[in-house]
């Protein structure tokens, strides 16, 4: 079995798969979508993408190819190493077709990528295929309006029951001494008002004429304010297991480097830096040194955290 053929089984359970020193493979799951210029429905799928600056290997490849084939987990190290080189050595004169996954070339020193579109990666779509509608022919229907003769409905005049106008009498004077008491009560409400706003301004003008003495202050406090975030991060790796991505965190921390962990990214790989800086010219600087004499895999991840 070759090498796509592996990928292609872990694309089933994994978002990304890294191919050491070539990139990686990532998958977004996309929704069921109609095309309406040839009444297709399309079930939910996953598309694959090709990122290049995931070259670190996380050994996820790796160690599926030690466990399907029974060998050691160097030996999968040098046959992926192995296909790669044949992988960059055709693809400088043709295309690079790898089966399940797409087809690679190379345009202007750039390596494109064109996915396939035949296999579908997201499991809970599986025995899902493609199905095509027939368009619905309507007929139309004539609507007859009919005009009906209005009926005349006869006004009769009654006469209201002599216990109703009692009843209208007595509603009007609950009405009435309803109104006089919510009357009385927004007046009491304003006298209250009133004398409440008189004691109020008597103890302002007690607080305006006296004098308040400190004989201890209170120490002042020195508070320092970051200036500036840091939002440029020069990338030392992603990995799939945290174990190692801790490992290299220790290894730079040793060689002298700020690094840290900057945490999980979309593909669920721990990320990690060599330092953090506030601007784009210090993080480009070092950028250039880090690349120039410790790893030229390395990038620039501009966010804030």
Not at 158 to 183: C, D, W
Request: proline share 3%; glycine share 4%; net charge neutral.
């Amino acid at each position: 079995m070759n090498l796509a053929n592996y990928i292609s089984d872990l694309l089933y359970r994994y978002e990304c798969v890294i191919v050491p020193k070539f990139g990686g493979f990532v998958t977004n799951n996309k929704s069921a979508r109609i095309d309406g210029s040839n009444h297709t429905i399309f079930p939910p799928y996953k598309q694959i993408t090709f990122n290049a600056h995931l070259t670190n290997n996380d050994g996820l490849l790796a160690n599926y190819i030690a466990s399907v084939d029974h060998i050691s987990y160097e030996c999968a190290v040098n046959y992926i190493k192995f296909e790669i080189d044949a992988w960059n050595e055709k693809l400088k004169n043709q295309e690079l077709n790898l089966n399940g996954l797409g087809t690679f070339n190379m345009s202007a020193d750039q390596l494109h990528f064109e996915p396939q579109k035949r296999i579908n990666y997201l499991t809970s779509s599986f025995g899902l295929s493609n199905v095509v509608r027939s368009e619905i022919e309507r007929e139309s229907v004539k609507v007859v309006e009919k005009t009906a003769s209005p009926k005349v409905i006869p006004i009769v005049e009654k006469k209201a029951p002599n216990y109703l106008k009692y009843a209208a009498i007595f509603v009007i004077g609950l009405s009435a001494i309803g109104f006089a008491g919510k009357y009385y009560q927004s007046r009491l409400n304003e006298n209250e008002m009133v004398e409440a706003q008189k004691q109020q301004d008597l103890l302002e003008e007690k607080i305006e004429n006296a004098t308040f003495v400190i004989t201890k202050p209170l120490p002042t406090l020195n508070l320092e304010v970051e200036s500036s975030k840091k939002n440029f991060h020069v990338i030392a790796g992603a990995f799939r297991f945290p174990e190692n991505a801790d490992r290299k965190v220790n290894q730079l921390l040793q060689e002298g480097y700020n690094a840290r962990i900057l945490g999980v990214n979309k593909w669920k790989l721990t990320v990690v830096s060599y330092g953090s800086y506030s601007s784009r010219n210090e993080a480009l600087e070092n950028l250039s040194q880090i690349r120039k004499n410790v790893a030229k895999d390395s990038w620039l991840l501009i966010q804030e955290f």
